[in-house]
């Protein structure tokens, strides 16, 4: 498994699947779910909204898939953070489940490559250094896709996780 971290906007990613920082309604919103939708066009927001009727949404920690539409993934993993209130109401266990369970959803559609945004880090205001972590182990504890990329947005992000993956690899 290879894991690496790149600066950029991940709607110019090409690798099979990309995952979304979505909320519950999988109507879209701002940040990266704003920016995916808008490059996707109108395909992925059809196919959440039937998500959406058949399922009422997606809960915090869990994962949906759709097509990439006018996106170079061929996927989308659209999958709910948890919103950081203090720590103590299960956040770090819920943002876990999100990288773990877009792991076994891109597993069970054939992906070799997959590439994250730093889910949570923006509007629901988890700590970057503790999502990092989070994202990192749990990846590291389900080697089940060949590549991995986070693609972080922000400077302090980036400086985060090249720290972190600098470790990982010496250690
Ligand atoms: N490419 C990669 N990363 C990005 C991009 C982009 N184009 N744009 C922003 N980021 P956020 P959340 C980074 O707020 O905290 C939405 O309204 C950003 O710097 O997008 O999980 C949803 O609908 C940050 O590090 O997602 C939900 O309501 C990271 O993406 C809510 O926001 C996540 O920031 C979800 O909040």
Known sequence: MKIRCVQGDITKVTADIIVNAAN???LGGGGV?????K????TILEECIKIRNKQGGCKTGEAVITTGGLLP????IHTVGSVWNGGSNNEEELLKNCYS???????EHNAKSIAFPNISTGIYKFPKEKAAL???NTIKENPIIDEVIFVCYDDE???????L???FVMI
């Open 101 to 107: 369970n877009s792991l076994k959803l891109a597993k």
């Open 39 to 42: 490059a996707g066009g109108k």
């Open 165 to 167: 993956l600098y470790m």
């Open 73 to 76: 993934a061929k996927y989308v």
């Open 157 to 163: 992000n980036y400086g985060v996780y090249k720290k």
């Open 33 to 37: 779910d704003g920016a995916i939708h």
């Open 24 to 26: 519950t309604s999988l």
């Open 134 to 136: 989070i994202a990192v």
